[in-house]
């Protein structure tokens, strides 16, 4: 039983951890294209699992068209951010647009909570795989955290072939390299950023999806991306392959540390680990260390 329980607490861990992971991913592409960090993605997740919540529960949509509705809200709420308040500001300093996305996120948060239907409380939804269980032998793990993990590793898997055999994500990985390049080699960079926002906010809003069955629908979901940040750094927030790998190892230590230690140690567990690594390794786990001269 010991050894089911192991395994069962890890199996959580990483569903979880593969959240986190998609929202590092996120923040990953974004800053690597663009070189902007944004604290808002946290509320497109949020709004895109209260979207979600609204055309399944009020709409009688199936749980795949409101994932789509969802995914689609996403994408456009991202390209909006990005043409309506973040253009105008290219060539600021990088702290300006910091504290843009991080009043971006409390007026998103403050307009779900003045929707009616959303407000304030904790809502949930059905999903095709709500309350149904694998079983082998003792083991038991619910259908929702293998549809997570099975859904992390689909998306990983194409935007891996995407940013190899396409255009614009070959163009998009030109950009994060070098954008003054770019622009002499013809690249429209102003379009790959465009294009960069809509598939960070997709992933935030398909981790909002994801995650609702397991910590459900409120106006303060976006704060999952407290939990993001330390992933992204800890694999080194230029690495792709780091930021996953990041996600999972916070989500599987978190796990096991809110099944095995007492209680508080849970929410301070990705922060140890972050301190930990930074301290040996400050590039963290996959960054590459980059040295000037004085």
């Not at 409101?66 to 309506?84: M, Q």
């Not at 032998?137 to 590793?153: K, N, P, R, S, Y």
């Not at 770019?182 to 960079?189: F, N, R, S």
């Not at 800890?234 to 599987?252: E, K, N, Q, W």
Request: charged share 10%; aromatic share 14%; glycine share 10%.
């Amino acid at each position: 039983m010991v050894f089911v329980e192991f395994i069962q607490t890890v199996i959580t861990g990483v569903s979880i951890g593969c959240i986190y992971a998609l929202v590092a991913l996120g923040l990953v592409i974004l800053f690597k294209a663009t070189e902007v960090f944004s604290f808002v993605h946290g509320e497109i997740m949020m709004l895109g699992a209260f979207i979600a919540f609204t055309c399944i529960t009020f709409f009688h949509m199936s749980y795949v068209l409101g994932f789509l509705v969802a995914v689609i809200f996403s994408g456009i709420l991202g390209v909006l951010i990005e043409r309506l308040t973040i253009r105008p500001l290219i060539g600021e300093p990088v702290f300006v647009i910091v504290i843009l996305t991080i009043g971006l996120g409390y007026v998103f948060r403050a307009v779900a909570s003045m929707i009616p239907q959303w407000g304030t409380e904790t809502y949930g939804f059905k999903t095709p795989f709500s309350d149904q269980y694998l079983r082998s032998g003792e083991l038991v793990i619910a259908e929702d955290h293998v549809f997570i993990i099975a859904c992390t590793v689909v998306l990983i898997l194409v935007l891996a072939a995407f940013f190899r055999y396409t255009k614009i994500g070959v163009a998009l990985r030109a950009t994060s390299q070098n954008q003054l390049a770019a622009v002499y080699m013809g690249i429209p960079v102003n379009r790959v950023f465009t294009f960069t926002w809509a598939i960070t906010a997709i992933l935030g809003g398909i981790a909002g999806v994801l995650v609702s069955p397991i910590t459900f629908v409120h106006m303060y979901m976006g704060l999952f991306v407290i939990k993001a940040f330390p992933a992204a750094i800890l694999g080194g927030f230029s690495s792709i392959p780091g930021a996953i790998a990041g996600g999972l190892i916070i989500g599987v230590v978190e796990s096991l540390s809110g099944f095995y230690l007492p209680e508080g140690w849970k929410d301070i567990t990705a922060w140890i680990i972050l301190i930990l690594i930074l301290l040996v390794r400050p590039q963290g786990l996959f960054g590459i260390q980059e040295k000037k001269k004085v």
